[in-house]
């Protein structure tokens, strides 16, 4: 679209009449993105953190206003949602800014609503009359879609919008920004681009030795996006100690251990080297680095460490050092805030917190920020820190994604961190997410990001790490249940399917078939070259060599599906076994009688048992080589201790006890072979290959080589071919996939959403299915409050891969029925979806069972903490979410006399910490 110039006038006029009511000029990509939205178009903003993007989507609520519609503002966090809701209200008044965050309410109908993107989404799927009049909708953090949890809400909203609604998206720096936006643009039309790599503040790059600060570069390079032609250099003196570090490692490998004989040597190293002997490089204390930081005017600074525990313990040790930070101004300020957020605790409450602790670190301007403090404690740290009160805080990477807390310094500890499944070294995309808190816009003149130096650390190997800007976009998007039922809902199932195909993750897919063509096409050619060279004179030896890889393959499967086979019965076994299952453990180390003490989880689903000999152990498919089963039952006490002797004596006895009456081992179950075609097969291929006149060639073996290399290249070839026609259109049918699930359960019936899948489209859950099967056969029915909360918490809680994985158990005989009936159902949804190629639904957890239960019941923060052991962070963050299930199924049509019992359970939750919310004082 051309602008005329008295459009462009008028553009222009509309950004500058915006930007007089900021205290600063706008940078260009800033005035470029807001002169489109004045255009009519959409945009996508790309830039780093704290470069003010922000600022283009608060431009789209005053342009909302401006013109008369309505502009949704949506965040992926409540954090964010709040903080968004206080600044646009400072700026367009309350009375036109609303919030609705779930479980928040704050003037629904405004002109502009702040908002999280799940809200959103399911505002769409419910046809919500305050849809009416939207022109804007802002998506802040859009690169969340990446998430592979969340993600995906963020590509229902752009699908599902309606076409006048303009988007605005706000994205972190990205390397496939221009890729993002082409598919905004093909999906939504009329959007633009706009890219800023560069940071307001830059920023600088340090390595911390001992207490002495070292740049990075040469020259003291600030990190920016290398020119072309132009290279940052690293510091010699780094190289240098780097070089002297690695010698003495090798030296110590030849040195004796005896502390006199490593000092004789190293005394004598040192005398022949003079000044020039390498010294012992040791990684930087906390407290030397925070007085290093403070020395050279470094603060405020974020560490990031990457564990919780590990927060809290770099706390302590400051305060053990005797670091003070504030002033006594400073320390009276702090404990206001402190006292004017978390007032309301009670004494015990403190206690149970660590209050003490907590304000003596705040109070001397220290204080750790992860997901395990309390909401209060938390909302307590951002403030002081943004007032600048707070000088070092202690941080989780979570806090790099979350709210707007900049720092003059950033400190990363380690290069590595725990991903979940491994210790994996950091990406040039999280190491930018990191440090991009650097550098205050408005007070810093230049922000500064240090690394500690550990052993091995590679100077050139963190040069590039803090110089690269790789973060590329990928979509993580994939059809769920309740998507599915909503889809078809609203517009059937064929033009469902055509939407899905219009997904970013399907654009993604069909990027990568031309290039996959295009190698499958030089794989042939290479193969016919190949053949060209492995011809016989005693027949075709081309028919020969693909009967032997005929044969080699049919053989290689057959040992894969006895494998296969066999290992999925004895996993979906010991996942069927419930605490208290007495079953043989039939070879092994562990042979003989067990009983299960805990079953398995979603992040471990081997059971823990106690043996016959009275050892605890888990128990995998690899302990086991056949197909267990329960062969009868002993009580495990509710609230059974592994460590306790007593506890293990007792169940000792009674699994003895029971073993006696059950005598040897039962009988072997007995098993179908169902390969027993496939092995007919490969005898007689084996049978045809020796009769074939290639096979008897003096020379056989060298064509052999030839043919073996091109069947191997036409198998590249195939695979490819095979990989190239599962991209295309592959979210829709991954979409069939799931539709034959809900059609086999009948939640749909072709274009019909049945009574139970209009209840299934009101759940937003990872087992949104397990609960809607669970409704529909009066799982839940009949529970007590207290035992419905336990109940559904084992369909929302999932326990973290560092938490220790202790024995729990539902609080009693009538949670645990309603439990053992959920696993079963969920069993069956398994056994559905495997036949259906649907990857299965994790598993039910009932790891925070008997705290949901206790503070249904009613009992004290206190008490409920003492006895799970669990940080007050996700003690409420998991009540929140069984809150949150609970109003789910309350609200969902045809839930019946559950529905009340479901909002007993809500108003029985929502109380105390659980429902307070600093944001909302």
């Known amino acids: 679209m051309t602008e005329t110039p008295d459009g462009e006038r008028r553009s222009a006029g509309l950004v500058d009449e915006f930007a007089s009511g900021y205290g600063f000029a706008f940078d260009d990509f800033q005035s470029t993105a807001c002169r489109h939205l004045t255009e009519g178009r ?17 431009f789209a609520c005053w342009l909302a206003v401006e013109s008369g519609r309505k502009c949704f503002y949506t965040t992926p966090i409540k954090a964010l949602s709040n903080q968004k809701f206080h600044d646009l209200a400072a700026r367009l008044g309350a009375d036109r800014v609303g919030l609705l965050t779930g479980d928040t309410s704050i003037n629904p109908e405004a002109d502009v609503v702040v908002m999280t993107t799940e809200v959103l989404r399911n505002m769409i799927y419910a ?9 804007f909708v802002v998506m802040d953090e859009v690169h969340y879609l990446a998430d592979r949890f969340r993600g995906a809400v963020w590509e229902e909203v752009i699908l599902g919008l309606a076409a006048d609604v303009r988007l605005v998206c706000l994205s972190a720096t990205v390397s496939n920004a221009e890729e993002f936006g082409e598919w905004l643009d093909e999906v939504r039309g009329g959007m633009e681009v706009v890219v800023s790599e560069r940071r307001p503040v830059p920023l600088f790059q340090h390595v911390l030795v001992g207490r ?15 020119l072309p032609g132009a290279r940052a250099d690293v510091n010699p003196q780094l190289a240098r100690l780097a070089r002297e570090e690695s010698r003495l490692v090798r030296d110590d490998r030849r040195r004796p251990r005896g502390r006199r004989e490593r000092r004789r040597i190293e005394d004598g190293y040192a005398a022949r080297q003079g000044s020039q002997a390498p010294t012992r490089v040791r990684p930087p204390r906390r407290d030397g680095a925070v007085e290093a930081l403070a020395e050279r005017n470094l603060l405020p600074a974020i560490f ?3 564990s919780r525990q590990g927060c809290d313990q770099a706390v302590r040790q400051l305060l053990g050092s005797g670091i003070d930070l504030a002033t006594r101004d400073e320390r009276v300020r702090l404990l206001e805030i402190a006292e004017r957020h978390a ?45 600048g009160l707070i000088k070092v805080v202690f941080a989780t990477e979570t806090l790099a994604l979350g709210i707007n807390m900049p720092a003059r310094t950033v400190v990363i500890e380690k290069l590595v961190k725990y991903n979940g499944e491994t210790h994996a070294d950091l990406t040039p995309g999280e190491y930018t997410q990191l440090t991009g808190r650097a550098g205050r816009r408005g007070i810093d003149t230049e922000g500064h990001a240090v690394v500690f130096w550990q052993p091995g650390l590679d100077p050139r190997a963190l040069a590039g790490l803090a110089s690269r800007r790789t973060y590329p976009l990928r979509s993580s998007f994939a059809p769920t249940y309740n998507m599915a039922v909503n889809l078809v809902g609203s517009v059937g199932r064929r033009q469902a399917r055509a939407l899905l195909e219009q997904s970013f ?14 190698q499958a096409t030089q794989q042939s050619e290479k193969a016919e070259a190949l053949w060209e060279q492995a011809q016989c004179d005693r027949g075709d030896f081309r028919e ?39 079953f043989w453990i039939p070879a092994g180390k562990h042979q003989g009688w067990a009983a299960v003490i805990l079953p398995g989880n979603r992040n471990t689903p081997e059971p823990r048992v106690m043996t016959y000999d009275r050892q605890i152990v888990q128990i995998s498919e690899r302990d086991v080589n056949e197909v267990v089963r329960p062969i009868s039952r002993v009580r495990i006490p509710r609230r059974f201790d592994p460590h306790s002797a007593a506890d293990r004596r007792a169940l000792g006895n009674s699994l003895q006890a029971r073993a006696e009456t059950l005598g040897s081992r039962p009988p072997r179950a007995e098993h179908t072979r169902p390969d027993e075609a496939l092995a007919d097969e490969v005898a007689e291929l084996r049978t045809q290959v020796r009769a074939h006149p290639c096979h008897d060639c003096p020379h056989r073996e060298e064509h052999a080589r030839y043919a073996e290399e091109a069947v191997r290249l036409e198998r590249s070839h195939d695979e490819t071919r095979l990989k190239t026609r599962a991209k295309v259109n592959s979210i829709a049918a991954r979409f069939d996939r799931v539709c034959g699930v809900l059609d086999s359960l009948g939640y749909l019936e072709g274009d019909h959403v049945t009574e139970s899948g209009a209840m299934l489209a009101r759940l937003y859950n990872e087992l949104d299915l397990v609960v809607a099967q669970c409704v529909r056969q009066g799982v839940f029915d009949g529970l007590s409050v207290p035992q419905l909360a336990a109940v559904l918490s084992s369909l929302v809680f999932e326990a973290r891969h560092t938490d220790a994985r202790t024995p729990h158990r539902m609080p009693d005989d009538e949670s645990e029925a309603a439990q053992v009936a959920v696993r079963a159902m969920w069993r069956d949804i398994v056994t559905v979806e495997r036949d259906n190629r649907v990857d299965r639904s994790p598993m039910p957890d009932i790891g925070f069972a008997e705290p949901a239960y206790a503070w249904a019941a009613g009992e004290s923060l206190a008490i409920v903490l003492s006895r ?10 998991w009540v929140r979410q069984v809150v949150d299930l609970a109003g789910q199924i309350a609200q969902a049509p045809g839930t019946g006399a559950l529905a009340r019992s479901c909002r007993q359970v809500v108003g029985a939750m929502r109380r105390d910490i659980v429902d307070f919310d600093p944001d909302e004082d």
Do not use: C, N
Request: charged share 25%.
């Open 42 to 58: 959409g945009v996508l903003v790309a830039a780093p953190t704290g470069s003010g993007k922000t600022v283009v989507g608060e």
């Open 127 to 135: 046809r919500s009359r305050t849809l009416e009049g939207l022109g």
């Open 212 to 226: 002495r600060l070292y740049d990075l570069f040469d020259q003291q390079a600030p990190t920016q996006v290398p």
């Open 304 to 306: 990031f460490v990457f």
């Open 343 to 387: 007032g309301a605790l009670s004494e015990a409450d403190r206690r149970a917190l660590d209050w003490e602790t907590f304000t003596e670190a705040l109070g001397r301007g220290i204080a750790a920020h992860h997901a395990g403090l309390l909401p209060a404690f938390k909302a307590i740290v951002e403030e002081g820190f943004v007032q």
């Open 505 to 518: 993750a399907q654009f993604q897919a069909d990027r990568q078939v031309v290039t996959m063509a295009r």
């Open 544 to 582: 020969y060599a693909r009967l032997r890889e005929h044969v080699k393959q049919l053989e290689g499967e057959l040992v894969r599906l006895r494998r296969r086979d066999h290992r999925a019965e004895l996993a979906d076994a010991l996942a069927a076994l419930e605490p208290g299952d007495v």
């Open 868 to 877: 799970s052991q669990l940080p007050a962070g996700d003690f409420v963050r």
